[in-house]
């Protein structure tokens, strides 16, 4: 690596921290000293729940896990899930060829979706049986964050407690209740992209009833960044032909409907999410050629009814849940130009559609009535079904010249769904059975261990453990040792799909991960943490090319060949240098190696720097400024394009600033932000063999202003 390259970054930090640094020194004395601290205005990070499935301290938790509340998202002027997820150490969000978001965890990625990471909202997967992610591949573009109430990431395996695809890492996405929300609010946001949105929450008691409501509709055109060349355009030197829209903007916005409802009575909870997105444009399209007219939808309901007894008996809590989730993934348009191959007067068009079904219960009982034991003991099942495919087109794929596969102009849209579908429907059932010990081995030394096994109708079953030992050192010193296994269930997709020939016998895709952190408190307003971690991938799924010697041609299936090992570390520290100055970042750095090539894994950035400084500069003021610098990207083996640039983007927020829950009605909060200050050219690779050649730029310089108010 060049000099340049290593020391830029140290130049644009300067641009960051010239707001904070420079200024703290004079600031608190000009602070009214009934100001809150910083510590309060980011609300409770010390407490999580993921790590073991009850609250513990950050610091002690058997895992590797980060916390973002309420109060930080705000804080940083974050409107969007994603962007609060880019914050979180060895995590990037990346952007598949339509532009949906990839999360790629420690050097983890998969090229058009992201099975990997286990998703849930309060508790409760919302994966999609087809794709193994959140049904993101045709339609779904993140979350609006103002009911949110917290965000619990954890990094690394975590199949011992949570299942399939806990495999680099989970997110908990915890929800507002009643107690967070004072009474009615409302709030408006408008930005660059021709991007406006509207929300409004309420929370309420009553007696032993206390219940929490939202709704959020909002639209955008997307940041519409050039593409100069897409598959067309490959098509169109092969032909002599200039139907390509490339050189043009990739269509990215969308419109969005979320709602969500919470009651509570005594020990009973019963929730109902709404999340649908509608007209979703296509980025480079389905075919990686731009086509302004292909549209995507997704609508998705979650439901739960959840009993919980802290004190069911003595030495004994109980919980039990109930859940039901739905999504319909849909698809409409010319996946490419009018005239193409000479055929297709109106373009190759298809409208391909997905209903899910997925039905899930989990009861696990506490026992703490032995010394120095937190005994968990869980069961539970679900049922994953495909009960509805739509898959109307008109064409059909057929054998092309020397391998691949062409397009045959049929005139007119046919419904294959019941003949020639790419797929059928499926149902898939689940048992699973874990225990869990954590365990008081003797003063500030505590040992947690703790199986899963998981039966699948489908591919059998598959038992993972994990062990962690944590040591409190000192007062302000603590030191972690863990280990784990996990694994990636092989999706409907990898499985049936009907492009890759007859169903597949796959096995799941396994992990195992080593990983040691320290985490010291030198002072009450400051925090350090270092964690090392070392794995090794093994069963990958991945498509393999089988040739027939008859025809001279071949065929794609999918197999378990694949296998990845990687290391790397992570470094987070936060330190508030006064009463109104906070300086936060992280630094992440990992190595992962293909060891079917022996070469870097592609398209995952090495070296991962964020830093964030905040300046309270007057009562009900602040100012954040924020850098997000990626580096080190690889691309595959046999990739002839020139490297993947190094990005950084520079973010700045100015807002109003208040204690959570002291506004009163009638009293407005403001936030306005600039996103990319610097106008880099940011873009994140297109995966090996992609015809958008120079990659997929991200949004240029941007505005969002927001305003709130309790009435």
């Known amino acids: 690596m060049s000099r340049c390259r290593a020391v830029f970054p140290l130049r644009v930090v300067r641009r960051v921290l010239i707001l904070t640094v420079t200024l703290a020194a004079g600031v608190s004395r000009s602070q009214s000293v009934e100001e809150p601290e910083l510590a309060q205005i980011y609300g409770d990070k010390s407490f999580v729940s993921i790590a073991t499935g009850t609250r513990q301290p950050t610091s002690r938790a058997p895992s590797t896990a980060t916390v ?61 049986a087809f794709w193994g992610d959140r049904g993101a591949h045709w339609g779904w573009h993140s979350l609006p964050v103002e009911n949110i109430a917290r965000v619990e990431v954890v990094r690394g395996p975590g199949s011992a407690l949570y299942g399939a695809d806990a495999f680099a890492g989970v997110i908990n996405i915890i ?51 050039i593409v100069t060349e897409d598959f067309q355009t490959s098509l169109d030197r092969a032909s002599g032909t200039g139907l390509s829209l490339a050189p043009g903007p990739a269509p990215t916005g969308h419109d969005a409907l979320d ?17 649908g997105r509608f007209r979703v444009r296509s980025g480079t399209g389905s075919f990686q050629a731009l086509s302004p007219a292909e549209r995507g939808y ?54 391909p559609g997905i209903w899910q079904r997925h039905g899930r219960f989990d009861a696990s ?24 495919v739509r898959d109307e087109r008109n064409f059909r794929t057929v054998a092309g010249p020397g391998g691949g596969f062409a397009l045959q102009d049929l005139g007119m849209l046919v419904d294959f769904s019941n003949t020639e579908s790419f797929l059928f429907p499926q149902t898939r059932n689940l048992k699973y059975v874990y225990v869990q010990d954590e365990y008081l081995l003797g003063k ?145 750095y990992q190595r992962a190696i293909d060891k079917l090539t022996d070469s870097d894994s592609a398209d995952a950035p090495r070296r991962h720097l964020f830093l964030r400084g905040e300046w309270r500069f007057a009562p009900r003021w602040a100012l954040s400024s924020q850098l997000n610098w990626i580096a080190d990207f690889r691309r595959a083996i046999g990739d002839p394009r020139p490297p993947i640039p190094d990005y950084h983007t520079v973010d700045l927020t100015l807002r109003t600033d208040r204690q959570p829950m002291s506004g009163h009605a009638g009293q407005w909060t403001f936030s306005a932000s600039v996103r990319n200050l610097f106008n880099a050219d940011a873009r994140e690779p297109s995966v090996s063999g992609s015809s958008i050649t120079y990659d997929l730029p991200q949004a240029k310089r941007s505005y969002i202003v927001e305003a709130s108010t309790a009435f």
Do not use: C
Not at 69 to 97: N, Y
Not at 207 to 212: K, Q, Y
């Open 68 to 128: 973002i509340t309420a109060e930080e998202i705000k804080a940083s002027g974050f409107v969007d899930l994603d962007e609060v997820l880019e914050t979180v150490p060895g995590f990037h969000v990346a952007r598949s060829t339509n532009y949906n978001p990839l999360y790629v965890v420690r050097g983890i990625k998969h090229p058009f979706t992201d099975p990997h990471v286990l998703m849930l909202v309060n508790g409760i997967p919302v994966t999609s």
């Open 175 to 225: 929800t507002k209740t009643s107690d967070e929300i004072p009474g009615n609010r409302i709030g408006v946001i408008a930005g660059s992209f021709d991007t406006y949105g509207a929300w409004w929450q309420y929370g309420g008691r009553r007696d032993d009833v206390s219940i929490a409501a939202y709704l959020q509709a909002g639209t955008t055109r997307g940041p519409r960044g």
């Open 259 to 275: 709602a969500h409802i919470d009651l509570a009575y005594r020990k009973w909870r019963l929730r109902a999410d709404y999340n």
């Open 298 to 351: 997704h609508n998705r309901v979650l439901t739960d009814l959840t009993y919980q007894d802290d004190e069911f008996a003595r030495d004994w809590a109980v919980s039990a849940q109930v859940s039901f989730l739905y999504m319909r993934e849909l698809l409409a348009g010319h996946l490419l130009p009018p005239g193409v191959f000479g055929a297709f007067p109106e373009g190759p068009t298809s409208t």
């Open 365 to 388: 009982v506490l026992y703490t009535g032995l010394r120095d034991h937190r005994l968990r003991f869980g069961a539970g099942a679900a049922l994953d079904q495909i009960n509805k």
């Open 444 to 588: 500030d030394l505590y040992l947690t261990a703790g199986v899963r096994h998981d039966r699948y109708s489908d591919f059998g079953g598959t038992t993972n453990p994990r062990i962690a030992l944590v040591w409190e050192a000192a007062y302000d010193i603590t030191a972690k040792l863990m280990y784990g296994r996990a694994f990636r269930a092989p999706t409907f997709d990898d499985q049936y799909n009907t492009f890759f020939g007859p169903p597949r016998q796959l096995k799941p895709e396994r992990i195992e991960m080593i990983e040691t952190a320290l985490v010291w408190r030198p002072t009450f307003r400051s925090q350090l943490s270092m964690n090392l971690f070392r794995y090794k991938m093994r069963d990958v799924i991945v498509p393999v090319a089988i040739p027939d010697p008859a025809t001279g041609t071949f065929t794609f299936s999918n197999a378990n060949r694949g296998r990845q090992n990687g290391w790397g570390g992570e470094l987070e520290a936060a330190v508030d240098v006064t009463r109104s100055v906070r300086i936060s970042g992280n630094f992440a």
